[in-house]
């Protein structure tokens, strides 16, 4: 057999895995993969514009179609760009393979120029990573980490590839199975588990269908909703489950938590059944801890054993993947009228809809549903920044399918959604990507513009500009008597600086303005209509707020509804 | 044979595979989770592709569970085990260094160690360094008997403990 480099073995690896697209940003130390991606066809190399971006951008791509996403930078300041990305990748368990250079093996540990220990500073936030001094275990790594980014609990591996390694020469064997002595993920739930769970259910007056991003990651979305109207049982998702049950359905409660609706967050209080699934019991869902679900007996559906009673005791654990539990779980369950259950929630959804203010004002609200209001029936995938513009976002825009909805739940990185929506436009060029951006959010990976016109990729911002880091502002007006420190963007004109027509525009982008109520539909059809990448910039209503909201720590039942 | 006594340390094994940066991960966890290590001990195994890491842990059940949950995460974990939850053998060994200021001292310290079994491991001018094996209980019975003399150093392993039959 013929001996190839390094940088080969590792493209041939990549399309063994099927890689499709690499986003990335050269460098000193991936000169030499660089030049091999060069010489081929089969995998595209997308240039972001800073290596952030590369990695919200696999990730989004990783969100938006079910597989690995892959980001590729130099050593150093290339790498540890990386991280706020990996990051939000590992908080969201999103799969993603980072490739970073690093240099000559002989230099490392040298202070050498451009060397950062990204192993030692991406541990934490890994599933896990390699540094790969020695060509012959190339090919087992990349093996290795496309199968760990993958399965059981997904989540973000880094290959740290020193740039003499790239350019060695052994020969090409990829290896066929994959045989880690302290990995064995288990998928099948135990029998006896989901046993109990039927029971529990048989017993159960006022069950509820507790639904996070698991459901999504496993794409079990079909066996949750089959379950759901199977037994007729109500669903609430988290923000990360937003799209694995369809939320126009009867048995939907929208989103519950922080930002949830009343109801959703009534009947988990009221609940005397929680079935998690795939959900972790994060404190933005709970609030204050002891005061959560006080009533239920609760169920945890998830494939990681630690997510399992970390926060909140659970009585009822089955360890495996929600899929393949859910299947089984089908099978078991028994329909059942629930009949005071229903009427009690059907009454809170009468009494405490989610609303806002509906007068002459343009408010964010509006956007998000004309947003929906014009897409129905296509394919359409929300990316959103994060702040205000991220909660009006899950609150008003009714997602019925998965992979629909990428939003940045754990980290809660600004700066994400852009970036991300070019990755998802990357892997679904057929779907209308939309960006739902806050003006601070947009201004933190803005610089993507350039990445999505040259790469011709008709991403849609749609900026609810109101001046401010407006969720900061909102927590400053509710809890520090309206002292707007360091959360003011803009002073009076928010037209001027950025003015993001002209920021656009300077691109090579479309911009469009729009101040008045009136003219939001007419300016969202111009831009889904447009060929390119288009800003939307809506000048809304400043100081508006977003309710319901659950104070910082206190229990879901307090919700501030401060409405008109 | 030690038994549970204290329920707040536990003691833990955990098979690693044997591999660069394995300790700090498993360090890493530790401190990033907020978890107290009392001690932690690690050597080779009889497969040279493993080691065996033995770490107190200071907990309670909730906490221990959530040690070892995380642990087993971790790729390069084989296996985690609470031998807390039966009967196990734990060892520590342990180097005393005691001041030995005129000759008389010097007996004194040699017959201490010379009644619990402990060993003279090396004399100098002015101290004796005593080495000793055992559980924690005679580690501490010894350090107790020769605190008296003046203890200059002292450098002990951490325990090291296997499950027993
Ligand atoms: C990278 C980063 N820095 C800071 C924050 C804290 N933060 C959360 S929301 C927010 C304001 C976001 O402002 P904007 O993008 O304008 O959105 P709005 O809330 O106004 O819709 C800030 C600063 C964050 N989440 N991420
Ligand atoms: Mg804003």
């Known amino acids: 057999m013929s001996k190839i480099t390094g940088a080969e073995i590792l493209i041939k690896s990549l399309q063994q895995e099927g890689v499709k697209h690499i986003f990335g940003y050269p460098g000193g130390s991936v000169i030499p993969l660089t030049d091999k991606l060069y010489q081929q066809k089969d995998i595209r190399v997308h240039l972001t514009r800073h290596e952030q971006a590369a990695a919200h951008a696999a990730d989004g791509y990783a969100r938006a179609t079910g597989t690995v996403g892959v980001c590729m930078t130099t050593s150093g300041p290339g790498a540890t760009n990386l991280v706020t990305g990996i990051a939000t990748a590992y908080m969201d368990s999103i799969p993603i393979v980072a490739i970073t250079g690093q240099v000559k093996c002989n230099l490392i540990g ?19 990573n390699y540094l790969v001094k020695d060509i012959k275990d190339l090919a087992r790594v990349v093996k290795e980490a496309f199968h760990i980014a993958r399965t059981g609990r997904p989540g973000p591996v880094l290959i740290d590839l020193p740039v003499d390694v790239q350019l060695q020469e052994a020969e090409f064997k990829y290896p066929k199975t994959v045989n ?83 109801y959703a967050n009534h009947a988990t ?209 509710l809890f520090y008597s309206k002292r707007y420190a360091l959360t003011t963007l803009a002073e ?41 990448p288009v800003i939307v910039d809506f000048i809304v209503e400043r100081e508006e707020n977003v309710f319901p909201m659950v104070p910082a720590g206190e229990s879901i039942s307090n919700m501030l509804h401060g409405l008109a | 044979m030690e038994k549970k006594k204290k329920m707040d340390k536990f003691v833990v094994s955990v098979l690693v595979e044997n591999k660069f940066g394995v300790l700090a991960r498993v360090a890493g966890l530790f401190s990033a989770r907020g978890f107290n290590i009392d001690s932690l001990a690690v050597g080779k195994t009889e497969d040279p592709e493993v080691s065996r890491m033995t770490i107190v842990v200071e907990a309670d059940e909730r906490i221990l569970e959530q040690v070892e949950k995380q642990l087993n995460k971790l790729i390069d974990v084989i296996r985690v085990q609470d031998l807390t939850k039966g009967d196990y053998v734990a060892r520590e060994l342990i180097l005393l260094k005691v001041r030995t200021s005129d000759a008389k001292v010097r007996e004194k310290v040699v017959r201490v160690a010379e009644t619990t079994g402990a060993e003279i491991v090396d004399v100098g001018k002015r101290s004796i360094t005593v080495e000793d094996t055992g559980d924690e209980h005679k580690i501490n019975a010894l350090m107790e008997l020769l605190r008296p003399y003046g203890i200059l150093e002292i450098v002990r392993t951490g325990k090291v403990a296997l499950p027993s039959e």
């Open chain 1, 492 to 532: 009076k004109d928010l037209t001027k600086c950025p003015d993001f027509v002209k920021l656009a525009e300077s691109y090579g982008a479309k911009g469009i303005r729009v101040t008045a109520k009136k003219d939001v539909k007419k300016a969202l059809k111009q831009a889904f209509k447009a060929k390119g």
């Open chain 1, 180 to 262: 880690i002595k302290g990995y064995k993920p288990n998928y099948k739930g135990h029998p006896v588990q989901i046993e109990k769970i039927a029971k529990a259910i048989e017993k159960s007056e006022k069950p509820l269908l507790y639904v996070g991003g698991g459901v999504i990651l496993s794409g079990a979305s079909g066996e949750l909703t089959r379950l759901a109207r199977k037994s007729n049982i109500p669903v609430t998702t988290t923000m990360m489950g937003l799209g694995a049950f369809p939320e126009d359905d009867e048995l939907s409660l929208g989103m519950l938590g922080m930002h949830g609706t009343a």
């Open chain 1, 269 to 477: 209080q009221e609940a005397d059944l929680i079935i998690a699934v795939g959900a972790r019991f994060d404190d933005r869902v709970t609030g204050r801890l002891d005061t959560f679900a006080p009533n239920a007996t609760i169920v945890h559906i998830d494939i990681d054993p630690s997510s399992v009673s970390k926060n909140v005791p659970v009585d009822i654990p089955v360890i495996g993947d929600a899929k393949t539990v859910l299947k089984e779980l089908i099978r078991v369950v028994k329909k059942r009228p629930y009949k005071d259950w229903h009427d009690t929630i059907r009454n809170w959804k009468k009494v405490l809809p989610l609303k806002y203010k509906s007068d002459d004002k343009l408010r964010p609200q509006y956007i998000i549903e004309q947003i929906r209001q014009l897409t129905r029936g296509e394919e359409v995938i929300i990316a959103t920044e994060v702040g205000q513009n991220q909660m009006w976002a899950a609150q008003h825009f009714t997602y019925s399918d998965p992979r629909t909805w990428l939003s940045s739940g754990g980290l809660g990185t600004m700066g994400y959604g852009f970036p991300a929506a070019i990755g998802a436009q990357v892997g679904k060029p057929e779907s209308l990507v939309i960006d739902i951006a806050g003006d601070g959010s947009i201004q933190m990976n803005i610089q993507e513009l350039a990445t999505a016109v040259l790469e011709k990729l008709p991403v849609k911002i749609i900026i609810l500009n109101n001046g401010y880091l407006g969720m900061v502002r909102q927590w400053q007006e």
């Open chain 1, 110 to 128: 040298n202070d050498a120029f451009q060397e950062a220990d990204m192993v030692g500073i991406t541990r934490p936030i890994t599933k896990h």
